[in-house]
């Protein structure tokens, strides 16, 4: 079973930038790169919602429509390693970011699809 962990997450004033890393651990041979990979938050007493969501290749990323401009979402296969960078960032993107592991292609932005969740990495953002 692939292991998720985020990290990059902490405490930013409005306006400033910020990088979310997510490490997969494939002890179990799958390789990365064959997993469709997402981002989701849960901001303070909301729902879980998706963020963006990226092919296995990486030349596919797909984002919640409002969250386009600010949201860029990556990934670098060969260090097993997804990314989210944040611009702009505003106090409503305070949340809890997890990342989750899908085994298929698709833009379906369903948190049910997804088999394997990292632990959240806590976003803070004053105003």
């Known amino acids: 079973q692939m292991q998720l962990v985020e990290s990059g997450g902490g405490l930013v004033q409005a306006g400033g930038s910020l990088t979310l890393s997510c490490v997969a651990n494939?002890?179990?041979?799958?390789?990365?790169?064959?997993?469709?990979m997402g981002w989701f938050r849960r901001a303070p007493g909301k729902e879980r919602e998706f963020v963006a969501g990226?092919?296995?290749?990486?030349?596919?990323?797909y984002y919640r429509d409002n969250m386009k401009d600010r949201f860029t979402i990556s990934r670098d296969n060969a260090k097993n390693t997804l990314y989210l960078r944040i611009d702009s960032l505003k106090p409503e993107d305070t949340a809890d970011y997890y990342c989750?592991?899908?085994?298929?292609?698709?833009?379906?932005?369903?948190?049910?699809?997804?088999?394997?969740w990292g632990q959240g990495t806590q976003v803070t953002v004053s105003s």
């Open positions: 989750g592991a899908k085994n298929f292609w698709g833009r379906n932005s369903d948190s049910a699809e997804y088999l394997v």
């Open positions: 494939t002890a179990s041979g799958r390789a990365f790169s064959t997993y469709t």
């Open positions: 990226i092919s296995g290749n990486g030349r596919n990323p």
